[in-house]
């Protein structure tokens, strides 16, 4: 009966779910799932039906992506909803962050500095852009101003590369791109715990 105990306790505590993470940690930070590391082609994605990250499909082949890599790690965060009645696509907030590689399943804690607007099939698809709290020299990175200011053209480059990352026949639609008050609203209007 012992050994039942221990065996149930293991699985209890080894299978923490995904919506048990806050979107905001006590101290502010954002936490994000990161889904497909920086640099890479492949598209990952979190699947909330069966809480994990599986390859992405479309038309029964695994995506990738036919340009350069992901310019920075993207992910989810955790808790959040982009809402149907918003033009949203009703999955979780999309988020790059800027800063060393990171493997796919991990929590990165990330400061908010700004997000590019953007239309996918005329849905909204906004990417919250965000920096590595710690380990990172983009780390003490607080605004798109400071950003621009000491790492000339990185805001260009997540520009550029999300109205090309789907090749000719993407559909999608640059709206701008905003400072950290305007990806905290979006985030603060996203988090449903």
């Known amino acids: 009966m012992k050994i039942f105990f221990i065996i149930l306790a293991f699985l209890f505590f080894s299978c923490k779910n995904t919506y048990d993470i806050n979107a905001l940690d006590i101290n502010g930070n954002v936490n994000v799932l990161i889904e ?28 990738t992506i036919q340009y350069l890599g992901y310019p920075g790690n993207y992910g989810m965060i955790p808790n959040t909803i982009s809402l149907l009645s918003e033009g949203g696509d009703g999955d979780p907030l999309d988020i790059f962050v800027i800063g060393e590689p990171l493997e796919r399943g991990d929590i990165a804690k990330v400061k908010l500095i700004g997000v590019i607007k953007m239309l996918d099939n005329n849905e909204v698809d906004d990417k919250l852009i965000g920096v590595q709290n710690q380990g990172s020299i983009f780390s003490r990175v607080e605004s798109l101003e400071q950003l621009q200011n000491e790492y000339p053209g990185v805001i260009e480059i997540f520009r550029l590369w999300l109205g090309n990352y789907k090749g000719i026949d993407g ?12 990806a905290d609203s979006i985030l603060n209007n996203s988090i449903v715990n």
Request: no cysteine; aromatic share 12%; hydrophobic share 25%.
């Open 171 to 182: 559909n999608m639609i640059f709206r701008g791109i905003y400072g950290k008050n305007e």
């Open 36 to 63: 497909i590391k920086s640099g890479t082609l492949e598209k990952w994605e979190f699947d909330k039906n069966r809480n994990t990250i599986i390859r992405d499909y479309k038309n029964g082949k695994p995506r």
